[in-house]
């Protein structure tokens, strides 16, 4: 008998056929002697429908109540499936975030899960009745509802696997696993059967959406297995996991395990600063004091005193940081600033690249060949990631998964 924690995504519980399919699984596991844990999303479109209907009341939605009104996706979802479990005979209960309690810091929107009381839910399964937890939202110690960013049900997922020291965590969305890249775009990528935290850490947090990067934290941290499986079709998934896990040969293949890209990016440019110290300092301190996350960064060779500064971030907060830039560049006597919000990053990923030179130059050259222009180019140990035109997005993800033969 294992203990196993399962998280059904929006597309997987999207209508009531769907619901009685993931009730049909669960209820197989439970038969099998397993004790199930079910971690729901909302039902597909409907955080976005709920975030519409915010916007016509509040220009700004007050963030307190936009987290009250987009968690009552998930408890829809958790009720319907206990009805759906009790009908086949197979007793089940449903519980909220604050009901169970899962408590979060009050950062709504994005909050940050700091405990995890377990004992309802295990209580519940010594009971034998299979336990269903809406994804995505918490509670803070004052009692406010919050809500984990979007996508955040996988992160309530692992959260819990590793709060009950589950065996295992399954991750059941609208693919049978994790590609090399996103199967919509590059129809030919390849499902793999195996890759490290630290990889899938770099793809979720590139833009790879098919985990919140925070669940990939926690896994990581509380060495919980996580697999991610398709919730319509049979298969082993992939495994997520630790190096250790892997044999000697499986580490030594691939240089390149995936290739990640976000559309959700923005550039500011201010121009013509003063080239001396603490002007960093000036440009990007306020922007990080508005709680604002700054990605990529590039500032020019000086000349004549003055020199530009270039840096990006999340398109939703482009806005927010292109006010704070005003200021700061009246107050520095700046040139000019500018946004551009039609950018992408594309990046590659893998362990393999630590002990490969070479990788960089086939990556630019491919984009050359395409005449895709470089805007900006970063990288760490284990990646490298480049800033184009979104115009250019589908074309370089597939050429450069074809240059790197990541569909052979
Ligand atoms: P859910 O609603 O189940 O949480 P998501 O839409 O959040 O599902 O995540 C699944 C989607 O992630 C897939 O449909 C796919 O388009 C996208 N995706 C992006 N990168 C990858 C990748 N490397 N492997 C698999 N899916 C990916
Ligand atoms: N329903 C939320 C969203 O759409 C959380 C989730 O699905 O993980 O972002
Ligand atoms: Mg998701």
Redesign the pocket.
């Known amino acids: 008998m294992a203990l196993i924690v399962q998280k059904y995504?929006?597309?997987?519980v999207g209508n009531v056929e769907r619901i009685q399919n993931v009730a049909k699984k669960v209820a197989q596991f439970v038969e099998d002697g397993h004790q199930v844990v079910v971690v729901l999303?909302a039902m597909?479109g409907e955080t976005n429908r709920l975030t519409m209907m915010a916007k016509e009341m509040q220009t700004r939605p007050c963030k307190r109540e936009m987290d009250v009104l987009l968690t009552t996706g998930e408890q829809v979802t958790i009720a319907l499936l206990s009805m759906a479990l009790q009908q086949r005979d197979c007793p089940a209960v449903s519980y909220t975030g604050w009901q169970v309690p899962i408590i979060t810091d009050d950062a709504y929107s994005k909050a940050r899960i700091e405990k995890i009381d377990g004992q309802k839910m295990l209580e519940q399964l010594a009971l034998g009745k299979v336990v269903v937890v809406a994804g995505f939202q918490g509670v803070t110690i004052d009692g406010d509802i919050t809500t984990l960013g979007r996508?955040g049900?996988?992160t309530t997922a692992v959260a819990i696997a590793a709060a009950l020291n589950a065996d295992e965590c399954q991750i059941y969305?609208?693919?049978d696993g994790?590609?090399?890249?996103?199967?919509?775009v590059v129809p030919e990528a390849k499902r793999l059967d195996k890759i490290t935290y630290d990889e899938m850490l770099e793809?979720a947090s590139l833009g790879?959406?098919?985990l919140q990067i925070r669940s990939v934290e926690f896994a990581s941290k509380y060495k919980v297995p996580l697999r991610v499986l398709s919730s319509l079709k049979d298969g082993g998934g992939t495994l997520i996991t630790s190096e250790e896990n892997f044999k000697d040969n499986e580490m030594e293949q691939p240089l390149i395990s995936?290739i990640?890209f976000s559309r959700d990016e923005a550039k500011l440019m201010i121009l013509g600063v003063p080239d001396k110290p603490g002007v960093a300092y000036q440009i990007l301190g306020p922007i990080a004091d508005a709680n604002i996350e700054i990605d990529m960064i590039i500032q020019n060779q000086g000349r004549d005193g003055t020199t530009d500064f270039t840096f990006t971030m999340s398109r939703l907060d482009a806005e927010s940081a292109l006010e704070i830039l005003q200021k700061t560049a009246n107050h520095l006597g700046a040139r000019e600033v500018t946004m551009d919000d039609s950018i992408v990053k594309i990046s590659m990923v893998g362990v393999g690249m630590k002990s490969h030179a070479g990788i960089a130059s086939t990556m630019f050259k491919t984009l050359a060949d395409n005449e895709i222009n470089i805007q900006m180019i970063g990288t760490t140990e284990i990646k490298i990631s480049v800033v184009i035109d979104e115009a250019y997005l589908e074309i370089a993800v597939q050429s450069l998964h074809e240059a790197f033969e990541l569909d052979k």
């Open positions: 995504g929006g597309t997987s999303s597909s996508g049900s996988d969305t609208d693919v994790v590609y090399t890249t996103d199967p919509r793809l790879a959406k098919v995936g990640a």
